[in-house]
């Protein structure tokens, strides 16, 4: 038995389409991830700020469990495990819908907004004290002053790590696959058990998912020189 | 590091030559001169290959034949757990050196792989919760689950085209699936469904809630698998399997795991191992 | 919640078959771990030196080898080293080895971005005084600037064990026993409870991850209090 290459596999016809269909679900679920994991991930990053004992501990916790277990792990829990623990109306609601898309959401989401929260808060420590007591003596609120003055200077110095976050969230959505999520990684598993052409239906995948993450390092170095370099030269 | 990456970029461009060749040895010899059978078989699909959570063996009736062939080939049986979905690469690429793992003999894969003779004989149905399903009519535009890279996720897509199929790693986690209510049905082998619905009657939680209704969309004849062109091998098992038939060990293995009043009761009806040609021409 | 399926199965969510078997669940995720770590401290290490080197060829291929690897999810590297593996070195490799292959190269590709930073980090002035000395390039590297930097990588590496640890979780994909899969094993044949045993296998994950990030943050601050003295 010789191998034969056969690009047309993937190039063409059915199974590329399959491909394609596997690309706009990995972009999907990466940006509705990607959107509510940043959400997330400020909450928790000004909950892990917070003064009052019982938010930090909250937050402190959450950040410290969901960053030190598998992403797998997670998903498995929140596809099969979160059966028990949801009422049934719930259950059968999410189920209508297709719920394995919301749990391949739900565990993205949460399992990189810890990363994320860590990275803002790292962000904000950077931003001198000085503009709090600043911004507090006008007379702004904690809150205030945090999502109107400090965030929005911290989340500028954080948007290198933050796209490397968002890039890792859209590697690690391939994990999807595991629970029936027809993204890239299920499509080219699914062309390599049609045709038996695993070479080809892999290598495709690769490109497509290397290339991606070649662009979006590549915009995030121009950020760096455009927009970071002069205001840190200043 | 220049070179490994080199070796690295060869070894892809060369992966097609290399491939074959270097795997279409004698197993039988192989075999033999190792001392140990290594065989890719299922771990969770009862009664076709499990661990018993007491003894940690490998049990089934996948397993047995193993045991059996073996015990023939006078070397020791080892197990490896495999999928649906992994279970042709693992063999191709000579990770185990023969196959017992419920697999459905088909032209497409008797292509890339040598079955042996029809070892079992059965025919995809659905499993569901009692008086869901009565016909294909039912299945239309919902989602049923089955296995990644099985024969019967291909069939049931030409039988309910408007189904929404949801492939798992193995069929439990499908059937999980089904107990939540994130599926309608689950759709395999019979056989295989049998096994599953009798872990859910020793259930009391799930006792007398679900069935196998009588709607079959295709018949499943399983082969063990073999590299493509390992011929003594494949004679040598052919042998030993068409010798349990004659001896009545096929027989007794099929009434030791599918008696009646077991738990996964099913009627072998005139099934018998014989030089077959059914599923690959 | 009944954690009853948890106790019955105890010892193989430990220790998988063994010793009636190989090793499996949480044995053998600490073994893929700690091979693979050890290998691609090795591997990060050469990788992350080349990707400095004066040589602009040698440079070029081990940067973008490196980004390559970077670009692409575990999963994928797992599937290309289950594919090309046995390809390459031949039948009879069993996939355990193929998993710490692919953690190996995968984590190599971080680690060798931690060696460069460490490296980075040494002042200038230490090489200049080095090589002012009459050391060679390759003695200065070898005797002044890496023991300083690896002692400032210590703590990314244990982080980096972290990562491993979570990451030796999708050998569960090629069928390797490790807790992962010995947890889908026995969720597969209990059928009813999959949230106990989900969420009894992510606490062990997070203990055993916690105390290494606890551990790293201690070095850390270990390693900066003596630095400074």
Redo the contacts between chains.
Sequence with gaps: MNYQFDWAVVTSGKYFEWLVSGVVVTVKISVVSIALSFLLGLVIAVMRMSRFRPVYWFAHGYLEFFRNTPLLVQIFFWYFGSYKVLPDAVNQWLNAQGFEFAAAVIALTIYTSAFIAEDIRSGVRSIPKEQMEAARSAGFSYVRSMFYIILPQAVRLTIPPLINQFLNLTKNSSLAMTIGVAELMYQARQVESYTFKGFEAFSAATVVYVGLSFAITGLMTLYDRKVLQPIKVR | MARKTALVIAAAALVAAMFGSALAADTLADVKKKGVLVAGVKDSTPPFGSVDPNTKEYVGYDVDFIRAIAKKAGVKAEFQPVTSANRMPMLQEGRVDILAATMTKTPERAKQIDFSYTYFLTGQKFLTKVGTVKSLKDLEGKAIGTAKGSTSEQNVAKAVPSAKILSFDDYPQAVLALIQGKVIAVTTDESILAGQLGKLEKNPASKGKFEIPDVQISEEPYGLGMRKGDTNWVKFVNDTILEMEKSGEAKKLFDKYFAPDGDNPMKRGTFKITADERGIK | ?DFQVVW??LS?FFVG?YP??PLGGVGLTLYLAVVALALSFVGGL??GL?SISRNR??RW??SS?I??I???????VI??M???????F??????SMTVITALTLFTSAYMSEIVRAGIMGIPKGQTEAAVSTGLTHRQTMLYVVLPQALRNMIPSFVNQF?SM???T??A????V?EL?QI???V???T??Y??????F??VI??VI??AF?ELSRWLERRLAYTKSI
Aim: aromatic share 16%; charged share 10%.
């Design positions: 919640m019955d199965n193989y078959r009636k078997g050469i990788l080349l060829a040698v291929v081990s080898f980004q390559i970077r670009g692409m999810p575990l999963l994928m599937f290309w289950f594919f090309l593996l046995p390809a390459l031949g039948k009879g490799m069993p996939a972290v640890i979570k990451d979780s999708l569960f994909i090629v069928g026993a992962t947890a889908t094993q969720n597969n044949r059928m009813m999959p949230t106990e045993i989900f969420l296998i992510a994950y997070f991850c916690f990030t």
